[in-house]
């Protein structure tokens, strides 16, 4: 009786227990753990002697080389967006080698790794593809960052045979530095940038929330699909087709423009900004496609009536301006409906708001025959 009595109490009265500590899943499953440390004796490669694509105009001075945007943006755009123009999404050093490693040595803008909807992978990795035999791309591995400066090994054990691959850069962090290790004697050539690249401007979205690895945001994904540069100049929570941001749009050698800013505005914002933002791109580059896309839904604004009605509002007000613009005569302009962005099922999305994996998968698959269209494939 006494022995049923304690353990009673002991069920009861579970706070007086004393703390477990947390298991190491490192240690219970080394899948799960951060990456190796980078072998010794190393060749390093620095990507800034070759270049990055998703770095525009790499001509201008920068406050720090890895910026997206030139350094007299500061003052010229919003703080919010200059401060996030920092971050390095979208970016992409591209390189053969026959290593049968590949090690990656690079040090965070910010200590904060990942965020409570975001993976550190996405937030802060290197995700590294390569080139198969039949020239498709492929995924290889991405870095595990524990720590604000990451110097380690991204795999080993690859097939023998040299090949293209593409490392894409933090999507929510930027980087001070980045290099590329391989074993002394292997080959290895950087790849400077392609030119002509497809430039999206866009929001939180674009900018790569909540994808898992820095090459799943569709921008990346697109990007591999058509075999093409791309530039990502997302800008979470700042996406409102400013002037500012249009004046570094149109000194661009664009392929195609997609402006995607409609999370970030309301109805009102879109009719006043939309069209002089066409006709600024418009009076710069007469012939260079241009995208519009509608706002993609909360995946449960079938059960919120207040944000299915912004959602509505926003399409209506973008199709307007679409429509005043072909009336106008404005040429190359091209269209996406928002409401299937994500899918019909409400799994595409982290948060409602953002992207998951799934969801930016969906949406490159609705984004890639506009844009075959648009760049006339």
Request: hydrophobic share 40%; glycine share 8%; charged share 25%.
């Amino acid at each position: 009786m006494k022995h049923r009595l304690f353990l009673s109490l002991l069920l009861a009265a579970p706070a007086f227990l004393p703390a477990q500590k947390a298991p190491d899943v490192s240690k219970l499953d080394p899948a799960m753990g951060v990456n190796q440390k980078a072998a010794d004796d190393l060749e390093w490669h620095d990507v800034t002697t070759w270049g990055l694509e998703g770095r525009i105009l790499p001509d201008q001075p920068r406050k720090s080389w890895f910026d997206r945007l030139p350094a007299d943006a500061e003052g010229r755009v919003t703080s919010n967006v200059w401060n996030l123009s920092r971050d390095s999404a979208g970016m992409v050093a591209r390189f053969t080698t026959d290593a049968t490693a590949i090690h990656v040595h690079y040090k965070l803008n910010k200590p904060n790794l990942g965020m409570p909807h975001m993976p550190a992978t996405g937030v802060s990795g290197v995700d590294l593809y390569a080139r198969d035999k039949d020239g498709q791309w492929k995924w290889v591995q991405v870095t595990k960052p524990a720590a604000q400066e990451v110097k380690a090994e991204i795999i080993k054990g690859l097939a023998p045979g040299e090949r293209e691959y593409a490392a894409y850069l933090p999507l929510y962090n930027g980087v001070q530095f980045l290099k590329i290790g391989v074993a002394k004697g292997a080959k290895f050539k950087g790849l400077p940038p392609r030119e002509k690249p497809i430039v999206f401007y866009g929001t939180s979205i674009t900018h790569g929330a909540c994808a898992s690895r820095p090459g799943m945001v569709h921008t990346g994904i697109l990007g591999r699909r058509l075999d093409r540069p791309v530039v990502n100049l997302g800008f979470s929570g700042n996406g409102k087709m400013d002037e500012a941001v249009g004046h570094y749009l149109t000194q661009l050698d664009a392929a195609c423009y997609v402006i995607d800013c409609l999370p970030n505005m309301n109805a009102a914002l879109v009719t006043e900004r939309c069209i002089p933002l066409v006709h600024q791109l418009r009076a710069a580059k007469p012939g260079t496609p241009i995208v519009l896309v509608e706002d993609r839904r909360f995946t449960n604004d079938w059960i919120t009536p207040e944000k299915q009605r912004f959602h509505t509002e926003n399409h209506a007000a973008l199709r307007a301006a679409y429509d005043t613009l072909v009336k106008e005569g404005v040429k190359n302009l091209h269209y996406i409906p928002g409401d299937h962005l994500y899918g019909d099922d409400t799994e595409g999305a982290t948060d409602a708001s953002h992207a998951s994996d799934l969801g930016f998968m969906r949406q490159a698959e609705i984004f890639e025959p506009v844009l075959r269209k648009a760049l006339g494939e």
